[in-house]
């Protein structure tokens, strides 16, 4: 019997490993991360509902099938899976961490869960957020926080924060979050996991509840780049039913991933390091890692070459922009009339719909998701849609112009995904600007629709995770998976293994005896 500590440990590929040599079955997985979140949950409360029986009986029906069956399945079939709870899961309550969906379950599943149950990976549980995806730290939650389990007095990031936690504190090996202008990225660098955003279009968005409709995007969430690109292939590919989905064949993302982990070889690939996103406001141990991390990459025989793109400085102020507006109309759904919250208004205020939306509204809406309806609502009145929404997306156009003059200079580019390592809770909820600046590297990406990954870089001075970003061109996720999987290589010969051997696990202790 394989040592419970050890076995959950494994990455996703290992663990399919294990199950192809019949050496452990998908419900041993199954059993063991549930042990494991029972143990954890009191400490990081990364999970916002166990899915325990059913996670069992899907681990059941893979371990039922016949070795034929088994064999025309992907490589990642039996492993479990833990997902945000953004993305809609038939028989499972999905309330995007909002009072205002408190008791939904829905009659349907998203494209991606669909595809999770074709490949018969159990499903664990939904994971904590910022409301509807709302945040930079997961501390928006309408029902829990989620702490880093690398410091549990700190944040996660977020607004995926739940599943970069759940698979940092080894409570699943691999996730799905969604990625609107760093929600995957920028927990993977607070949490030292991999968080890939795919280029926009290339992950069906069927399912996902919509926050803002023209950024937000699926993604994995795992403990190593190859275990993402396992992921990443499943979920992919054409969806008739979401409008703004690619109609392309896969990319080879496990090939690229593969070649860079066994290889190493990088020559002739041009690095782009983004001036822009780099030096001021970045602390020095994110920056030290990142120049040591750059110095592997030429080390294995890329040219890094410095970029400009003039136009970032502004991708802030325009997300900040966009996204809002996109909010106010996404979220005007949310009335009290067809489903979720509904709160009538006292007896002494006259019972019109207008009146019980806004109890409704106001009951089941938090601080910061209100924030953003009213700047989105403003940006779009009229006399302001032209002078803040238009010029929010002219400043769009030239961001993605600076990512076109760029990729004629080099095949990737690169940068730090966060300024910071994780903050301590209650550090910035006060003053959201500083929250929103967490964001600055990994919102470019989002605002342009090219696919981007952070992967651990090492331990800043603070002994807490760094994250170091790849950007590759649109449509072309798997060149961003050769020079990753051979960093993440190189640097784990380095440290002698993964990032998380450093991580202290009180929670662990003990399952075994």
């Known amino acids: 019997m394989t040592d419970q500590n050890e076995l959950v440990k494994l990455s996703a590929y290992d663990m399919a490993r294990k199950l192809r040599a019949k050496e452990v079955s998908s419900r041993d997985l199954v059993a063991a991360e549930l042990d494991v979140i029972e143990a954890a949950e009191p400490s990081i409360k990364a999970f916002l509902k166990i899915a325990g029986e059913a996670a069992l009986e899907q681990a059941d029906a893979f371990d039922n099938l016949s070795d034929d069956e088994k064999a025309e399945l992907p490589e990642l079939a039996g492993v479990p899976i833990a997902i945000k709870d953004m993305i809609v899961t038939k028989g499972i309550e999905t309330t995007a961490a909002s009072r205002i969906l408190e008791g939904w379950v829905p009659p349907y599943d998203a494209t991606v869960i669909e595809k999770l149950k074709a490949a018969h990976m159990p499903i664990l549980g939904k994971t904590n957020l910022d409301e509807f995806a709302q945040g930079s730290s997961t501390e928006h939650s309408a029902f829990q926080r989620t702490s880093n389990p690398w410091d549990v007095d700190r944040v996660p990031g977020g607004s995926g924060g739940g599943s970069a936690a759940a698979v940092s504190a080894f409570e699943a090996p691999i996730a799905l979050g969604t990625d609107t202008g760093g929600s995957i990225r920028q927990p993977g660098a607070l949490t030292g996991t991999v968080g890939v955003k795919p280029t926009y279009g290339g992950v069906s968005r069927f399912g996902a509840i919509a926050m803002a409709s023209s950024l937000d995007q699926i993604g994995p969430v795992s403990r190593t780049v190859l275990d993402s690109a396992l992921l990443q292939e499943i979920i992919g590919g054409h969806d008739r039913r979401d409008s703004t989905s690619i109609p392309e064949g896969p990319r080879p993302m496990v090939a690229a991933a593969r070649d860079g982990l066994l290889n190493r070889d990088l020559k002739g690939m041009k690095v782009g390091l983004v001036k822009e996103l780099n030096g001021d406001g970045f602390q020095p141990g994110v920056e030290a890692r990142f120049n040591e991390a750059v110095k592997k990459l030429e080390a ?193 010969e380095d440290w002698n293994g993964p990032i998380w051997q450093s991580l202290k696990t009180p929670w662990l202790d003990g399952l075994n005896k």
């Open 300 to 492: 294995m025989g890329a040219e890094v070459v410095e970029v400009s793109c003039p136009h970032f400085k502004y991708a802030l102020g325009a997300y900040y922009i966009i996204m809002p507006s996109e909010v106010s109309s996404n979220l005007a759904r949310y009335d009290g009339m067809r489903y979720g919250l509904r709160v009538m208004p006292p007896e002494d205020v006259p019972q019109t719909a207008a009146n019980m939306m806004a109890y409704t509204r106001e009951a089941g809406f938090g601080d910061e998701v209100k924030r953003r309806i009213i700047l989105g609502t403003y940006a779009l009145s009229a006399g302001y849609y032209d002078a803040w929404y238009g010029s929010a997306q002219k400043v769009r156009t030239l961001i993605i112009d600076d990512f076109r003059k760029a990729f004629e200079q080099a095949d990737v580019l690169v940068s730090p995904t966060s300024p910071s390592t994780a903050f301590k809770f209650g550090e910035k909820m006060d003053d959201p600007l500083a929250m929103y600046m967490n964001d600055i590297a990994t919102i470019p990406a989002n605002l342009a629709g090219v696919p981007a990954m952070s992967i651990p870089a090492g331990l800043s001075d603070d002994g807490l995770p760094v994250g170091f970003q790849f950007i590759a061109p649109q449509q072309r996720d798997e060149v961003m998976y050769k020079p990753a999987a051979a960093l993440e290589a190189a640097l784990e």
